[in-house]
């Protein structure tokens, strides 16, 4: 995966003063082992991030869109474009409370099946370090644990207009009203709702699972969700196929078919409820995938929370047996205690021997 654009400008605003500070660069990094390193370090943090949203640019905030067009299409060069952007990115900046530090990092790399453009917001940190005299000083050098925002755009499928989604947007550390102004100055609109496409596949789980054995309906469930998450990790959509696959080899195409069904079956019945009425028009195919949303489905086999006092986490195959809610009181009784949590109890009520 070749890096064939990398630079970066600084910017810098205080939250006391009405205006950022850009200080562009004029040339391109050198493309070494060192961009490669620095690109597979971030890819890698982008990949893995649970926060991604997926979208498209929106049709009524064109100016960072037409931007990017007239760079792809040779109308200005990469170097000109991304000082462009950020000057404009800072000049959004101007008159707010917002403050911000560290460099904008735009990079564009060659892959297999398309063209991928990235923008992240870094920052530094300092350190000690040897220099070749054997003493110490001060180096400073990039803060991959605490990048910001990340900003993902397919160039290929945004030329070829495309109907798939081609921009991918996440926070990462730092101020959060900073990074939802780069998500609004560059006209990132959500195309896809991964929470509400989670919890509808994990319906359809729920009542796949719900005539088997109560040993293998968890099995089952939890097999489901480590993939899910697993493919999520690396950045990938869940297809149901090789789910289906590696859920059951006697009859691999046995849940595939069942979420199918009954995702067609949930946008036929939305499309009635919306028309009140059969629909003229044949609602769009549910597709044979979805992108997961992380968090949802960890909270399905597992619950947890926490107050000032208190920190609770247990599987959610544990309700009903070893832990029951009381509803009316809004208290939980717990058995089989864990014997580290036991064995303090005991002590705490001196009835340790």
């Not at 995702?263 to 028309?275: P, T």
Request: with cysteine; proline share 3%; net charge negative.
């Amino acid at each position: 995966m070749p890096v064939t654009h990398f630079v970066c400008h600084q910017i810098q605003k205080d939250s006391q003063l009405p205006g950022a500070k850009v200080t562009l660069c004029d040339t391109s990094a050198e493309l070494d082992d060192y961009s490669q390193r620095v690109m597979s370090q971030l890819r890698s943090i982008f990949v893995q991030r649970a926060s991604k949203r997926y979208g498209r640019f929106n049709p009524e905030l064109t100016t960072f869109k037409a931007l990017t067009l007239d760079w792809l299409r040779g109308g200005q060069t990469f170097n000109s474009w991304s000082q462009k952007v950020a000057n404009m990115y800072a000049d959004q900046m101007d008159n707010t409370s917002l403050e911000i530090d560290g460099y904008l990092a735009f990079i564009r790399e060659e892959v297999a099946d398309a063209d991928r453009l990235y923008i992240f917001h870094l920052r530094e940190k300092s350190n000690v370090a040897f220099n070749s005299n054997m003493e110490l000083t001060e180096t400073r050098f990039i803060d991959f644990s605490n990048t910001g925002f990340a900003l993902c755009l397919d160039t290929s499928e945004l030329l070829n207009d495309g109907q798939q989604e081609y921009l991918t947007f996440c926070y990462g550390r730092g101020d959060k009203a900073v990074q939802k102004l780069f998500s609004e100055f560059c006209g990132f609109s959500d195309t896809i709702n991964t929470e509400q496409d989670t919890e509808e596949f994990l319906q359809i789980v729920e009542a796949y699972t719900a005539t088997m054995p109560e040993e293998e309906a968890n099995q089952t469930r939890t097999s489901i969700v480590d993939y899910c998450v697993e493919q999520d990790k690396h950045g990938e959509a869940v297809g149901f196929k090789v789910l289906s696959s590696q859920l059951n080899d006697q009859a691999p195409e046995k849940f595939e078919q069942f979420v199918i069904q009954k995702r067609e079956q949930n946008r036929l019945n939305s499309a009635i409820s919306a028309a009140d009425q059969t629909p003229a028009s044949t609602p769009p195919v549910a597709k044979s995938e979805f992108i997961p949303d992380r968090k949802s489905l960890k909270n399905y086999i597992r619950y947890s929370g926490k107050n000032k006092d208190v920190t609770l986490s247990f599987a959610a195959a544990a309700l009903g047996s070893d832990v029951s809610f009381d509803a009316t009181n809004n208290a939980l009784t717990i058995k089989n205690l864990p014997n580290r949590l036991l064995k303090q109890l005991q002590r705490a009520n001196g009835l340790d021997s």
